[in-house]
């Protein structure tokens, strides 16, 4: 059974640029987070889907960040334009039903912003 | 000042040893995430508990709600065992994060 799926695994990108992440969740879960990890600030949960509809999106640093889950099968992040602080590793993760249940992670998305 | 505070930041032990990693959180919680990060990368999620204790193996979580602390203990400890070890604490759809602790554990 495949786990979560994050694409791609590393991003090298320029400032200014548009980046997108993409997720693909666990068969069968309806729950998926997004998170971002960095030495200074540890893990952050940026935004949280139930049933593909946003729950909360306190997490989201500011606008130039924005997530949508179109299908219970894929969801993508884009920062846009994109800055050097963005420079984290994005974690994807999914649940059966809800942050009451055990979270699967991906294995993350390396992002370097020149 | 950090909603979740976790102790030791760094730890080496010695294989077999016991091993007590420390979580204390100042927020109401709906429940206590233990998390393991793997010298890769990777994030596996170990324990979620809102009371008592739960052991899965060499590995048990336990919390006091009314001190507001769990802790997370590995015995017979392993050089697998390595790696960072997170506690999140969680109030309605809100995660508090630990820094997390790192675990070597030496042949």
Known sequence: DAGVIQSPRHEVTEMGQEVTLRCKPISGHNSLFWYRQTMMRGLE???????????????????????KMPNASFSTLKI???EPRDSAVYFCA?????FQETQYFGPGTRLLVL | ?????????????QEGEFITINCSYSVGISALHWLQQHPGGGIVSLFMLSSGKKKHGRLIATINIQEKHSSLHITASHPRDSAVYICAARTGN???????TSLTVIP
Do not use: C, H, W
Not at chain 1, 45 to 67: C, H, Q, T
Not at chain 1, 94 to 98: A, D, I, L, Q, Y
Not at chain 2, 94 to 100: A, I, K, R, V
């Open chain 1, 45 to 67: 949960l940026l935004i949280y889907f139930n049933n593909n509809v946003p729950i909360d999106d306190s997490g989201m640093p500011e606008d130039r960040f924005s997530a």
């Open chain 1, 80 to 82: 846009q334009p994109s």
């Open chain 1, 94 to 98: 999914s649940t059966p039903g809800g």
């Open chain 2, 1 to 13: 000042k950090n909603e979740v505070e976790q102790s030791p930041q760094n730890l080496t032990a």
């Open chain 2, 94 to 100: 809100q995660f508090y994060f630990g820094t997390g």
